[in-house]
């Protein structure tokens, strides 16, 4: 029988009972000091002795007594005779109370002229000037640091008590294998555990990984109840979604207690909290993206409550690049890049399909649209969550519309200078949509041959062309790829895979039917849409599609058969005032390198006998190209 779920309730309700449901474990355990960075201290630390112990010289010199130097200067030194020499580092003797520079003295046989007067305690470190012995050194609950290692060595402290906090990681689903193993068709490698493990251990807990149980709620139940016997918080993955094989909720109800199945947001729908023998039993979804929001929102927040520290992320204040449309009455979390265009911190949205991870791995952030927003419109200021080192936001190029597998090993490249290099698949219609609003430092375009495609001109009309130099990429070829070598008069009767609104292969395929009087009605699959080339030819080569328009290089690499229909230019559309920028002039230089270049020739399907050049294309998008940054920036 299909679940359903009966009521949702808000996320803020969801943290709220995860946080205040269970009681602290409140357990330490004794850790050797030199492994201690990241654990949380269980009780204050105290000093062993006093550093330094002793009276120690913080100068090459000699210990005097301040008294014995009154007076003495240039015009009228002073002779003692009273005095040690010691060294940085040495015991100064108790009847000393200072010690003077070796360069402000004369030896004078046994005698020792000086010529300058020193204060009491001068070029002393005094005994417990760093530490007293018994000196609170770390307040209970201080999360301890790499430095402070090497203090807590010099104290004399040997090992501490950290605060510990086991947690169980149990992965469900008959169709998991393991890490290494390459997953057959229907099956997938278990990794949610793993990102669970890697997350809270980060925060100091202590994880474990119980084998995969399989889809039945007695081997479900036992995994559960043996681990919430033996850790203080049990975290399963997959089985909490609504379908007929999903027993997450059902075995939790059975063996404790259901607090909650379902939370308004996404992604992470289908959370579960429950309680089994006194213990948090936290429900993952399967999906990445949604697991990934379920252990940021409430596994984090509850070990937080138990006291070990919050991760470090950093807040930055943007701007959306475009608005965002959401589900009223559900908080939404959505992967973005952040980046700083001009004046502004701008932040890009990607893809939320709570199964693709490559959003969170390109992303560099995420934004939070509460539950009772409905959308954001692309002027929108908000906070966006870093999931990065800020001082990386400085470096970042935000590169927003038409996708093609070059962008990787460009992306690749000038990461080797130190630039990280965001790219958002938006299509033609993103980038100049992105170039207007002057929210991307660069906007990749495809640009077929107009004659052939009137809507891409008109659309290239709407940007500001005077202000824009084009960077050639590279030419190529689109087509229909498919296995059996199908052309475009077979759309009718095979299954099709599209390309999204805004692309060229998707207004080249509408161009098309509309000159032959096709219906996309007709077209099983029309709807179908995908984001990349990529894309299109793994849906064919998978047999979800008979056909689709991709590049010749994506159908070669995957070894589909390709019927040209179209040359393309791939650009790199970038603002002119921008072209000196260090980054972007790294961005072109390495667009223009050799290296590049070879990558290139090596993948294949690409034309690259003007990759690298710097065009202009005027209001009836004729091309004049330029030999360098500096004579593209010069105005027309």
């Known amino acids: 029988m299909v679940k359903r779920y009966l ?32 654990r949380v201290a269980a009780t204050p630390v105290y000093a062993k002795y006093s550093v330094p112990e002793v009276n120690l010289a913080a100068m090459d010199g000699f210990a005097v007594r301040s008294r014995d130097t009154v007076g003495a200067s240039d ?24 010690v003077i520079m070796i360069e402000d003295t004369w030896k004078k046989q046994d005698n020792l002229q000086i010529r300058k007067s020193v204060s009491l305690w001068q070029h002393i470190r005094p005994a417990g000037e760093d530490v007293r012995e018994g000196q609170l050194v770390l307040p209970e609950g201080h999360r301890i640091r790499p430095f402070d290692i090497g203090a807590l060595a010099t104290y ?19 169709e998991l294998v393991h890490l290494g193993i390459r997953p057959a068709p229907g099956q997938v490698v278990e990794s949610n555990t793993i990102m669970a493990q890697v997350f809270l251990g980060e925060m100091g807990a202590n994880c474990t990984r119980y084998p995969i149980a399989r889809d039945t709620p007695e081997v479900i139940e036992d995994s559960l109840c043996k681990a919430a016997i033996e850790n203080d918080l049990v975290l399963i993955s997959a089985g909490s979604s609504a379908g007929s094989r999903d027993y997450t909720a059902e075995v939790i109800e059975s063996a404790g207690e259901l607090l909650f199945h379902g939370v308004a947001m996404k992604p992470g729908k289908p959370a579960i909290l429950g309680k089994i023998n006194g213990k948090p039993v936290i429900g993952l979804p399967g999906y990445p993206l949604a697991a990934q929001t379920v252990l940021r929102e409430f596994a984090g927040p509850l070990l937080q409550s138990w006291g070990l520290p919050a991760p470090l992320y950093h807040t930055f204040r943007v ?9 009223l009455g559900f908080d939404e979390f959505i992967p973005v890049s952040v980046g700083h265009v001009g004046n502004t911190y701008y932040a890009i949205p990607h893809s939320r399909g709570s199964g693709i991870q490559m959003a969170t791995v390109k992303a560099n952030g995420f934004v939070h649209i509460p539950a009772f927003t409905e959308g954001c419109d692309s002027d929108t200021k908000m906070d966006a969550v870093l999931t990065t080192d800020p001082g990386n936001i400085e470096r970042t190029l935000l590169l927003s519309g038409a996708y093609d597998p070059a962008l990787d090993e460009l992306a690749h490249l000038v990461r080797n200078k130190g630039i990280f290099m965001q790219v958002r698949s938006a299509g033609n219609v993103g980038a100049v949509l992105s170039l207007r609003h002057n929210s991307c430092h660069a906007a990749p375009l495809s640009l077929p041959d107009f004659s052939f495609l009137p809507d891409c001109r008109e659309i290239m009309q709407l940007l500001p062309l005077s202000d824009l130099r084009f960077v050639h990429i590279a030419t190529t070829s689109l087509g229909i790829a498919s296995r059996e070598g199908y052309t475009i008069d077979d759309s009718i009767n095979i299954r099709f895979i599209n390309r999204q609104k805004g692309t060229s292969a998707r207004m080249i395929f509408d161009s098309i039917l509309k000159s032959k009087g096709i219906d996309k009605a007709q077209i099983d699959g029309y709807g179908h849409e995908v984001e990349t080339h990529r894309s299109v030819a793994d849906a064919i080569r998978n047999g979800f599609a008979d056909a689709g328009i991709c590049t010749s290089g994506v159908a070669e690499e995957s070894g589909l058969l390709f019927i040209p229909l179209v040359g393309e230019q791939f650009e790199l559309a970038i603002r002119t005032d921008l072209l000196k920028e260090p980054n972007i002039s790294a961005l072109v230089s390495t667009i223009q390198s050799d290296s590049f270049i070879a990558c290139l020739a090596q993948k294949g399907g ?10 202009c294309l005027s209001e009836d998008l ?15």
């Open 7 to 38: 009521s949702l309730i808000s996320l803020n309700q969801a943290v709220r009972l995860t946080c205040t449901s269970f009681e602290k474990p409140g357990r330490s355990v004794k850790i050797p000091v030199i492994h201690s960075s990241g």
């Open 75 to 98: 015009q009228s030194p002073v002779m003692i005779k009273d005095f040690v020499q010691v060294n940085t580092g040495n015991i100064v003797p108790p009847e000393f109370d200072a």
């Open 156 to 174: 004399g402290i040997v090992d501490i008590d950290a605060r510990e906090v086991n947690v169980g990681l149990i992965p469900t689903g008959s």
């Open 319 to 327: 701007q959306l690049s475009g608005s965002l449309v959401s589900d």
């Open 606 to 615: 690409y034309n690259l006998l003007q990759t690298g050049l710097i065009r």
């Open 622 to 636: 004729l091309i004049k190209e330029y030999i360098s940054i500096e004579s593209a920036t010069i105005p027309l």
